[in-house]
């Protein structure tokens, strides 16, 4: 008893997986063969006596030999699978080119609206607008401009921010550097210059000043006679 244990368990161990490829032997793909038709028969045969199918199987040999299987009629069950198959297949029809045209002629139009649109909006073709429809572009136009102008704010405080924050590790940066070398951070300086008071020592300070009083041609004379 033991040893008949022993001996199942060491063929199932052997049995193991089959690996789904080619059997190059022949004797063995032909033994293979047999089997698995059978198995397969039997099957077909389980399904539709259990499940009341209408079951059509055909088989060919490597050699060319039918095997088959039918639950009812071959023949019948052949013809059912051609009606369905050609029931289920899209062909282009008459109904179907004439739904694709009027799809494409829409989208024609379609186009052309947004291109004359467009062409408003650039201030173009403006000669045919009613009063209403100018007062609609103009109304676009300024909430484009509003929401151009948000953005923008945006951008210019997400920069700010930005340039902040650089200016804050710059400073953490400058003050460890300071630290380092031993000398106070560079704070910049406000401060005003101080006006130099006048410097009589100064000989870039003597200024020669003269009063003439009298028309210009004395004051040229008597310029001369000074000289």
């Not at 009606?83 to 694709?100: A, F, G, I, S, V």
């Not at 173009?124 to 401009?145: A, H, K, P």
Request: glycine residues 4%.
């Amino acid at each position: 008893m033991i040893a008949s244990v022993f001996l199942l368990e060491g063929a199932e161990m052997v049995r193991g997986k089959t690996q789904m490829r080619r059997i190059e032997n022949a004797t063995s793909r032909q033994v293979t063969f047999s089997k698995r038709r059978s198995g397969l028969l039997k099957k077909a045969f389980e399904l539709s006596v259990l499940c009341d199918a209408e079951v059509a199987l055909i088989i060919f040999s490597p050699r060319g030999k039918l095997y088959e299987f039918a639950s009812s009629s071959m023949q019948e069950t052949i013809e059912r699978y051609m009606r369905h198959t050609k029931d289920n297949r899209t062909t282009p029809t008459e109904q179907n080119m004439q739904h694709l045209k009027t799809e494409s002629a829409n989208m024609v139009k379609k186009i052309e609206l947004l291109q004359v649109s467009r062409r408003k909006l650039l201030g173009e073709c403006l000669g045919s607008c009613t009063l209403e429809e100018l007062q609609q572009i103009e109304q676009q136009l300024e909430r484009s401009v509003s929401r151009v102008r948000a953005r923008k704010t945006q951008v210019f405080k997400e920069q700010i921010e930005q340039l902040k924050e650089k200016e804050k590790v710059l400073a953490a940066e400058n003050a460890r550097l300071c630290e380092k070398c031993g000398t106070q951070p560079w704070k910049g300086s406000n401060e005003k210059k101080e006006n130099v008071p006048y410097d009589e020592s100064n000989p870039c300070s003597n200024v020669e000043t003269e009063l003439f009083i009298g028309l210009p041609e004395g004051r040229t004379k008597r310029t001369l006679q000074h000289n």
